[in-house]
């Protein structure tokens, strides 16, 4: 049998490398397995994710077309006061009142300025020179070349309001904007709807 030597300063040593009780601990990194762990779970996460950041620009469109829908309701408020302290409240159609300035200012289709806001019954009537100038939004004709933030077009029994780029507002059940209707009488308040079908 071999018999090994082994001396006292070897023994020695190696206590103080390695205290009594502990043995050599190996170094390691992740090890496959756990990284692909790892990187499954990032993926599910992504995946869960990923459809709630692309809603994002359908719900910047919807906020759009409800901040707009504010805009159109406080416009016809503020005309509708000012169309009865001008004593413009009755008449079907065919007045203007002014957009800005006293509310008894004399003010027809051919103004100067263009600040002229046709009236139906009071309130702006569904025409560029109706709705359109009492919320004084600039708005590019549908078909035209898109040079501003807002389309409208002028259908039938109102017109649509849409941010450009969003599909067009052609009733009030397509595309993605407002669609507003004028009063159908004295005493009936316009109609204004967000059209968030096609957005």
Known sequence: MYRYRVSIGAIITHNLKYPVGQEMKRQGGFTLIELVVVIV???????????????????????????LAG??????????????LAGKDKAESGSFICNSGAATAACDSTSAGNDS???????????????????????????????????????????????????????????????????????????VTVVTQDC
Do not use: H
């Open 41 to 67: 779970i990032l993926g599910i996460l992504a995946a869960t994710a990923a459809p709630k950041f692309m809603d994002l620009q359908k719900d910047a469109r919807i906020s759009a077309a409800n901040g």
């Open 71 to 84: 805009a159109v309701k406080s416009a016809v408020s503020m005309t509708y006061s000012k169309a009865i």
């Open 117 to 191: 806001v046709a009236l139906v019954y009071g309130r702006p009537a569904a025409t560029e020179n109706g709705i359109l100038k009492a919320v004084d939004i600039e708005a590019a004709k549908d078909g035209t070349t898109p040079t501003k933030e807002w389309t409208y077009l002028a259908a039938t029994g109102g017109i649509g309001i849409w941010q450009t780029g969003s599909a067009k507002v052609t009733s009030s059940t397509q595309g993605c904007g407002i669609f507003y209707e004028a009063s159908a009488s004295a005493t009936a308040a316009p109609k």
